[in-house]
């Protein structure tokens, strides 16, 4: 299971740190990501960690803005968003690989998903 926390408003050029905890221990060896979902449009990536941190990936659309990372001990995987945009508004979703070496790059590189937590920026 996984749980998502941070969401909420924020005018535009704030900041946003969104948290994800996952219950099961087994999830600390694969890899996770963020993904979101605009209003009237599809699930996209926004970023996704390997198990040990050494490599990420970000759409273009957030690099230099957004940066993921996580706690293998705590079984966490965090996403601090600075200088938000309105189109940034979504509902966010944590995720973890379907299985081990697998860095997150798509929706079928899912395994499990978390419930989703909303941001909203406001201009």
């Known amino acids: 299971q996984l749980v998502e926390s941070g969401g909420g408003l924020v005018q535009a050029g704030g900041s946003l740190r969104l948290s994800c905890a996952a219950s099961e221990q087994a999830f600390v060896y694969y890899s996770k990501a963020w993904f979101r979902q605009p209003p009237g449009k599809e699930r996209e990536l926004v970023a996704s960690?390997?198990?040990?941190?050494?490599?990420?990936y970000y759409a273009d659309s957030v690099k230099g803005r957004f940066t993921i990372s996580r706690d293998n001990t705590e079984n966490t995987v965090a996403l601090q968003m600075n200088d938000l945009k309105p189109e940034d508004t979504a509902l966010y979703y944590c995720a973890t690989a379907r299985q081990t070496n697998l860095l997150i790059q798509q929706n079928s590189d899912v395994g499990s998903w978390g419930q989703g937590t909303l941001v909203t920026v406001s201009s």
């Open positions: 960690i390997s198990w040990y941190s050494d490599n990420t």
